[in-house]
Each structure stands twice: as C-alpha cells, then as structure tokens.
C-alpha cells in the first residue's frame, strides 16, 4: 500500500510531465508556424522576382511616381504645407484652362482686321481643338483615375475630371508656347516670359495634386509634338476662301439644277 505522500508526488509528477509536453508541442508548433510564415515570404518574393524585368522596372517606376507627386501637392488643401498661395496656383491654373483660350481666340479673331493676324488665330482655334480631341482620346483609352484631390471649392468641382493621363494643361501649354514662339514672339524677354508661363502652368497641377508627375510629363511632350502637326497642317486664308467658295458654288448649282427638274404646274 502506497502512502498518500507518494500519491501526491506521483501525481504532481504527472502533472508537470503534461505541462512539460503541452509546452514542448506549442513550441513546436510555434516553430513550424514561423517556419510556414517565412516558407511562405520567401515563395511571395520569388514570385515577385520571377516577374519579366520590364514589369519590374515599370512598378518601380510607377512607385516612384506616385511618391514624387505626394511630395509635390503641397498646396493640395489650405492647410497643406503651402495652403497660403493655393488661390495664386490656381489663378495660373485658370490661365492654362481651354475656356479663357477658346473665348480669346475667337474673340481676336472676329476683331483683327490683317489677313496674316486673322489666319494665325484661325489656325490657333483649330489648334486648340485638335488638342481637346487628342487628349480626351488618350484619356478614354487609358483611364488613370485622378489623385486625391481638394474638391471643396466651386472652380474645383467645375474643372476636375475623371481621368488625370495625359494632363490637358501642360499639352495645351506647351502647345501654345511653342505656337507664340513661332508665329507671335519675336524678343528674347517675350520668349522667356511664355516659356515661364507654359512651366508654371504645369508646376501648378503637381502643386494642386491634380495629376501625377507622369501625366504632366507625357503632357508637355504631346503638347510639344501637337505643333508640329498643326505646323504641317496649316491652313491659309487663300486656302479657305477657296473651299468656302467651292462649297458655295456647289450649294447654288444644285439649287440652280433642281429649279429646272420642278415640274411646274399651271
């Protein structure tokens, strides 16, 4: 007969022998948990690896983009970094805008009596849609959406779109720039001035958080080559009068011919 002493030690033992392996398997299992973790990791990174190096270098680059522009939009909200001048970046926004350039031109248009004067606003008109058309095109195909941006204000909501690449306003700046340097700037203080213009134009969408470094980039080399079509398309004033009067000769020789196919009833 065992004494109830060493009932108790035995039991204590068998205790601490439960313990001891119930310790030893969440042990185990804790190490084969982390093992599975780290297994895990090192498969997610040889995929990452594995992935073709231009899709690498494109990521890369994306990411580089995105945190370039974040450091850039400092006057995205009042209380940014540089709220105070937000109102004057948006005044040179506004400048950049297609509106104010269509109204402008039509305007000077109606108003030049020269014939030189009135063909270079004619063919700015034609430039400016061109460069509406181009860029709504290649904004539907590519669909970027926009950053975050600071739609508390009335011009805000007005003028913000959907999609940010390629950015209308650098192209449209550059466009212009280039157009003023070729057929209206003709001193050294004017070109610097419209160079100046045309690179605040586009400073001010980074600063606004209204488009990614990117799309303010491909902006200014759309705008640049925009141009140069436009250079080759170009259309004379001789060249519209003719057009103009062959469409409206065609348009009486039709009203004249279909005169003489009515029959006339007494």
């Known amino acids: 007969m065992s004494s109830p002493g060493s009932r108790r030690n035995s039991c204590r033992a068998v205790a601490c022998g439960s313990r001891a392996s119930s310790e030893g398997n969440t042990r185990r299992r804790g190490s084969s948990v982390s093992y599975l973790s780290s297994g895990a990791q090192a498969e997610d990174l040889s995929v990452s690896l594995s992935q073709p190096i231009i899709t690498i270098t494109f990521r890369f680059l994306l990411a580089v983009d995105l945190w370039l522009s974040k450091r850039l939009g400092v006057c995205a909200y009042e209380e940014s970094a540089w709220g105070s001048i937000r109102p004057l970046v948006r005044l040179v926004e506004f400048s950049g805008h297609v509106v104010p350039w269509l109204i402008g031109t039509v305007y000077t248009l109606l108003c030049r009596e020269s014939v030189v004067e009135q063909e270079i606003m004619l063919n700015l008109f034609l430039a400016l849609i061109l460069d509406v058309l181009l860029v709504r095109t290649v904004k539907t195909l590519v669909r970027r959406r926009t950053p975050a941006q600071n739609r ?115």
């Open 152 to 266: 508390s204000d009335i011009l805000s909501a007005f003028f913000v779109e959907r999609y940010s690449f390629p950015s209308g306003h650098a192209s449209r700046a550059a466009m212009c720039a280039r157009f003023f340097l070729a057929q209206l700037v003709d001193t050294a203080s004017m070109r610097v001035l419209v160079v100046s213009w045309a690179a605040l134009v586009s400073l001010s969408r980074l600063l606004l958080a209204r488009h990614y470094v990117t799309d303010v980039g491909f902006g200014l080399a759309m705008g640049y080559c925009q141009y140069s079509l436009v250079e080759r398309l170009w259309v004379t004033w001789d060249f519209l009068q003719e057009v103009l009067l062959m469409r409206l000769r065609e348009s009486f020789d039709r009203a004249y011919s279909g005169l003489w196919t009515v029959d006339w009833k007494l």
